[in-house]
């Protein structure tokens, strides 16, 4: 597996992702840091593809942050290596990560809102919003996800035929910036998310896609004491990391 290290990103396997780099170690994946720019070179050697949170700039609070993360040749040479049997889990957090990542997502049909979801929300099959599928099943009772919670992130749109893995409830709402001037917080607008998701899986020509809203769900962290990730009690989140991976990698059919 290669990680992305190349793009300014937020979250990397010896910070903080280093317990989703440590827990699919464990489970007998190689995970190689990535400090190049993407070419189809350097993608034939790996199977599976994660980037986390890459920005348009080395700081967040960089007004530049919210530029493209990746060239078009770099997307290009993604797309063509995932069309040709590879594997992407690509993750974009509340704003700005959903714009420096939106060319990239919009190589696989994807609307990133670029915003910030107004609260966390917990996704589970009593409800409907946790998707019926192979990710979600796992391959036996044990591996069976029934509770996934994100920690805020922004909303996705699909294209037609993906797999809808965390949908957003009815009521979700979320601020989105101004297109004009997206860095003018004073701007933003108050928009429903009804509709939209925080993950979905797609198959593109012969690989496999996963993307996601919210990127604190696969790691484990502490706010301000609080538990934030696959350390919370009573959730799915580290099996549903587990899950994505086998899904990715072909373990999971």
Sequence with gaps: ??????????????????????????????????????????????????????????????????????????????????????????IADHFPMGSPAQILASRFGVDMSKGVVDEDHTYTRKDGTLGDHPITRGRSESERINQVRDFSGQSLKGPAGCAVLLKLPDDAMERVPDEQDPNDERKAK?????????????????????????????????????????????????QFALNVMHWLSGALQ
């Excluded at 290290?5 to 780099?21: L, Q, V, W």
């Excluded at 190689?30 to 070179?41: G, I, L, R, Y």
């Excluded at 593109?204 to 809203?213: A, D, K, N, Y």
């Design 1 to 90: 597996m290669l990680f992305d290290e190349a793009h300014h990103n937020f979250h990397t396997s010896s910070g903080r992702y280093k317990p989703f780099a440590d827990l699919i170690r464990s489970d007998g994946y190689q995970v190689a840091p990535n400090k190049e720019k993407f070419t189809k070179t350097l993608l034939s050697g790996y199977q599976v593809l994660v980037i986390a949170n890459a920005l348009g700039a080395p700081t967040m609070d960089s007004p530049d942050a919210i530029k493209p993360a990746f060239t078009e040749q770099e997307c290009a040479a993604v797309e063509e290596w995932v069309k040709g049997g590879g594997a992407l889990l690509f």
């Design 190 to 238: 108050q928009r429903s998310a009804a509709g939209r998701n925080m993950g979905l899986a797609m198959t593109h020509g012969q690989g496999r896609v996963v993307i996601l809203g919210e990127a604190a769900m696969l790691s484990a962290q502490l706010s301000r004491g609080e538990k934030i990730g696959m350390n919370v009690a009573g959730l799915d989140n580290r």
